[in-house]
């Protein structure tokens, strides 16, 4: 079973970044598009960035400008780069397939902005 592992998540205060990664155990450069996703208190998990394997790109608008997603194949690994963090941004942040069947879900990484 191919297991995901976020990491990187941490306490930030408005303004601050943090870089988040997604290690895979299978290879990805198969896998076309592969995406962060988040789940915020009380909300649904929601699909924030996206890349393709030709490595074009799709932001939520609600982070647009702000995070930057990349995915480096030889690593088998995804990052998101969040900048100009907002209170809203607090979720548990995970990644997985976009358009492919999904992957078990990784326990993800916290995320929490302070005001």
């Known amino acids: 079973q191919v297991q995901l592992v976020e990491s990187g998540g941490g306490l930030v205060q408005v303004g601050g970044s943090l870089r988040l990664s997604c290690a895979a155990s299978?290879?990805?450069?198969?896998?076309?598009?592969m995406g962060w996703y988040r789940q915020a208190p009380g909300k649904q998990r929601e699909l924030i960035a996206r890349?393709?394997?030709?490595?074009?790109?799709y932001y939520a608008d609600s982070v647009k400008g702000r995070f930057t997603i990349s995915r480096d194949n030889a690593k088998n690994t995804v990052y998101l780069q969040m900048n100009s963090l907002k209170p809203e941004d607090t979720a548990v942040y995970y990644c997985?397939?976009?358009?492919?069947?999904?992957?078990?879900w990784g326990q993800g990484t916290q995320v929490s902005v302070s005001s």
């Open positions: 890349i393709s394997s030709s490595t074009n790109t």
């Open positions: 997985n397939t976009v358009f492919s069947s999904k992957f078990a």
């Open positions: 299978t290879s990805i450069s198969s896998i076309n598009t």
